[in-house]
């Protein structure tokens, strides 16, 4: 069983998915996208969307250019910089995420669906739905809009730094990422208190004080 509208339906009226990606990386920005369907979903669309996780990069492109094209999704997109991740933390700067996508709909919703068990403060009701990217297809597009934008912006970044191979990992603590953050070090898009990135300015820090 893939996604349906249940949840939506339930709650009547203008109810937005909401989701991120990119909590996980060593470098780049969380994104969040925010996915209306003020008439429901089209029967043409439905098949198209499921947990981004779930979908090859091509199915993604796909659902996601489908969901440009179709002409009844309104869509928001947000993101929280390594700045505010390293300011707030990685959990609240996705809720900021979030909530700025939220906020930047055409339209005020008047109920939101959040992915996850935690709600970003909101000025409508909210309710978090554990696993929603796989259950509610408003959450699912919204995980599609996030996972492709932020690859986007990851090329894009890969362009001016190579040699983290961002083109193929996205920013993720793989093996070849991992060994050219040991090679030529972390720049100013990885985030300070991540994993490699963290053990690697310890480690700078403590041959600055010897």
Not at 57 to 69: D, G
Not at 168 to 186: I, K, S
């Amino acid at each position: 069983m893939g996604p349906d509208f249940e949840r939506e339906s339930r709650h009547g009226g203008r109810v937005a998915g909401v989701d991120e990606a990119g909590r996980g990386p060593l470098a780049g920005p969380v994104v969040a996208a925010a996915v209306v369907f003020p008439a429901g979903v089209p029967a043409s669309l439905r098949p198209l969307l499921d947990d981004s996780k779930k979908l090859s990069a091509p199915a993604r492109q796909a659902a996601f250019n489908a969901l440009q094209l179709c002409g009844q999704a309104e869509i928001s997109v947000a993101a929280a910089s390594v700045d505010e991740i390293a300011r707030l933390n990685i959990l609240h700067a996705s809720l900021l995420a979030m909530r700025r996508a939220v906020l930047r709909l055409p339209n005020p919703p008047d109920f939101v669906l959040v992915d996850g068990n935690q709600a970003p403060r909101l000025p409508c009701p909210v309710e978090c739905c554990v696993g929603g990217d796989a259950s509610s297809l408003s959450i699912a597009a919204a995980s599609i809009v996030a996972k492709v934008v932020r690859d986007r912006v990851m090329a894009r970044l890969a362009v001016r730094y190579p040699a983290y191979g961002w083109l193929a990992n996205a920013g993720y603590g793989t093996a070849a990422h991992r060994a050219a953050l040991h090679r030529v070090g972390p720049c100013r898009h990885h985030r300070a208190a991540f994993g490699t990135v963290r053990m690697l300015r310890s480690v700078a820090r403590a041959a600055e004080a010897d």
